[in-house]
């Protein structure tokens, strides 16, 4: 799916004293030279009647905005100021979906969006999570907004066809430069899966009436109508997909009717939800329903953190993929997610990591002319901080994460609560209740299972799962401390803990479960940063001054997260197979389990879903054919 993304090629011209930007690629304006934000509102807001649908909206419903083409993003800015207007406080959800083949950078988007003053607000906070030039979903959230974004990076021919359908669009704004300038934005490949991610009830709303268009929405049934269009322009296109007429008016209204009712019940209501495991994934998990608005218990039956989440730094540090496999490698767009997402916590800070070109290095240093400059870059033996016989490639945007400062700021959120318990059996009723020992904790509409190496006992055919041992170490290096914002890649790492203290490791002990804190593990940490920063090593002290701290990761067979339902009729949810990418991984699989207990959109491609799913190693039983007697 994913290529190289190119950013627009733009040319300006001043109308009116705005920058109108235009397209070089397409020969096409991006807004309307007359007023592009009373246009995008007569077409798109009001060609979906959103303020009404939207003022609607019953607390914790969600509301799905589908765009064909982001461009400048004021179509998006302008949905989001009416959503301000029409919900100023409540506990719905609306939530847009966009696609670009050519993203602005984002110092033409400041300049394109300084033409709407009253924006500001809002482009600036769009601005600050506006995401890098990478092919692939990266998903931009503003939970005090109740307002979120699933901006797809590529063609709408590549893009439409792998979105997972977790929750229907219900308003589509088919925008894009005219069809006479980009014919392949309304091919039918493109309206086939608009319509697919659609249900009964979605309207559609666009600037053009192109014959092609029109067609294309007929042929699914979906029915049209022509209202004046902004300023001169004649005509405007309007549509809504109606249900088919049934046989039997009174029973399509008795099942609408039931659809509604259990609608309601289910879905829009906060839901009490349980997590088992106050690790990463167990943190995250909760912060991400607590954000929405849901009640979350946490249990734990030591402590948050005490497994392999609980080192004193964590690393940000993705083995990046080239660049055409991007949109749909999982750690690519984890590590994007993750610096989004932990940019909002005291616990993170940005750094570098200089990756050191140890095995095929060319094949690694080569990366660096496929990225965009702004995100790799190599960087050559005699420019290295430590005195090294490697090169690296200097990955710019990476972070460190303190985990017990981030398990203080989760923890104080006020719709999560932790209580130590040890969870001995999950009953799967209707509503799943937890037990330690004999005691009943209470019923609860979702259980994630976020317990590694003890996921096992909570279900019956549990994927494998490795015991990984690995042991950090840390010393005092107060003499010749490194800069406390670039970290260094070597099978092992080292960076600085705090202003005293050189913290490296790790360990790496596959089938192993022991956590003493050993000497000869000291010693591996060592010998690794030895081989490749022998001066600096020698610099440091004894490893019997060493301190340090074992953990066990759990690692399912194929290295990829364990996510979703064992069993499609439970409410019983796994969340584990993080091995040693916990804090990398654990943002973004929170965000695929929302997606998957709520009914939200999902934000990556369907073939990572399917290589997530917790079920992907059971074997399909093939039924047999029966056999039949020939009759004589």
């Not at 901006?151 to 308003?171: M, R």
């Not at 495991?277 to 953190?305: C, K, M, N």
């Not at 490194?482 to 790790?506: K, P, R, T, V, W």
Request: aromatic share 10%; proline share 6%.
């Amino acid at each position: 799916m994913s290529h190289a993304i190119q950013t627009a090629d733009l040319d300006w011209q001043l109308v009116d004293g705005i920058d109108v930007p235009m397209s070089k690629q397409f020969g096409d304006v991006y807004f309307s030279k007359d007023n592009g934000l009373l246009e995008t509102r007569h077409v798109f807001l009001n060609g979906n009647d959103l303020s009404t649908r939207l003022a609607d909206l019953k607390p914790f419903e969600y509301f799905c905005v589908g765009e064909t083409g982001f461009g400048t993003g004021l179509n998006i800015l302008a949905l989001w100021q009416l959503w301000q207007q029409v919900r100023p406080d409540n506990h719905s959800h609306l939530h847009a979906i966009s696609v670009e083949k050519f993203p602005l950078s984002k110092t033409d988007l400041i300049r394109a969006l300084n033409a709407w003053p009253e924006l500001k607000p809002l482009a600036d906070q769009l601005i600050s999570q506006y995401p890098m030039p990478i092919a692939g979903c990266h998903r931009l959230s503003f939970p005090e907004e109740r307002f979120s974004l699933d901006l797809w990076l590529g063609d709408a021919h590549d893009v439409f066809p792998v979105i997972e359908k977790t929750a229907p669009v219900n308003a589509w704004f088919l925008d894009g430069f005219a069809p006479s300038c980009n014919p392949d934005m309304w091919e039918e490949n493109v309206l086939n899966n608009i319509v697919r991610l659609s249900e009964i009830g979605t309207t559609f709303a666009s600037f053009s009436v192109a014959g092609v268009l029109k067609r294309g929405l007929k042929n699914h049934g979906i029915s049209i109508s022509r209202p004046r269009g902004f300023k001169h322009k004649r005509e405007m296109l309007k549509a809504i997909w109606n249900p088919a007429e049934e046989s039997n008016p009174s029973s399509a209204q008795e099942t609408t009717q039931k659809k509604t009712e259990r609608d309601t019940k289910t879905n829009i209501r906060p839901r009490q939800i349980a997590v088992i495991g106050a690790g990463i994934g167990g943190l995250s998990s909760a912060w991400a329903f607590a954000q929405r608005g849901h009640q979350v218990t946490i249990y734990d039956q030591s402590a948050p953190l005490s497994g392999g989440s609980g080192n004193p730094l964590a690393l940000l540090n993705p083995k990046l993929c080239p660049v055409e496999q991007s949109a749909e490698h999982l750690m690519t767009l984890a590590w994007q997610q993750a610096l989004t997402h932990y940019a909002k916590f005291k616990a993170f800070r940005p750094i570098q990591v200089n990756q050191l070109a140890l095995k095929n290095p060319e094949q690694l240093l080569e990366l660096a002319e496929e990225y965009p400059e702004e995100i790799l870059a190599v960087q050559d033996t005699e420019d290295q901080e430590i005195q090294t016989a490697f090169p690296s490639l200097k990955l710019l945007a990476a972070g460190a994460v303190s985990p017990h400062q981030l398990r203080d700021e989760i923890l104080q959120h006020p719709n999560i609560q932790y209580k130590q318990a040890k969870i001995s059996y999950i009953e799967a009723a209707t509503k799943p209740q937890l037990f330690s020992d004999e005691q009943n904790l209470g019923e609860f509409d979702h259980v994630i299972v976020c317990t590694a190496l003890e996921t096992v006992q909570f279900f019956a055919d549990y994927p494998v799962l490795k015991p990984i041992r690995g042991q950090v170490s840390w010393v005092n290096n107060q003499a010749q401390p490194l800069s406390e914002n670039i970290a260094y890649s070597y099978g092992g790492y080292c960076m600085q803990l705090d202003a005293e203290h050189l913290i490296l490791g790790a360990s790496f002990y596959p089938g192993r479960d022991d956590i003493e804190v050993l000497a000869e593990d000291h010693v591996h940490n060592y010998e690794l940063i030895h081989s490749v920063f022998p001066e600096y090593a020698q610099s440091l002290a004894s490893t019997e001054t060493w301190q340090g701290r074992a953990s066990v990761r759990a690692q399912s067979q194929d290295y990829f997260p364990l996510l979703g339902k064992m069993k499609a009729d439970e409410e019983i949810y796994s969340f584990a197979g993080l091995g040693s990418k916990g804090f990398l991984f654990a943002p973004l699989c929170s965000e695929i389990l929302a997606a998957q207990i709520l009914g939200e959109a999902c934000p990556i491609p369907s073939s990572l879903v399917k290589k997530l799913s917790v079920t992907r190693f059971q074997k399909k039983v093939k039924m047999k054919k029966p056999y039949f007697k020939p009759q004589i």
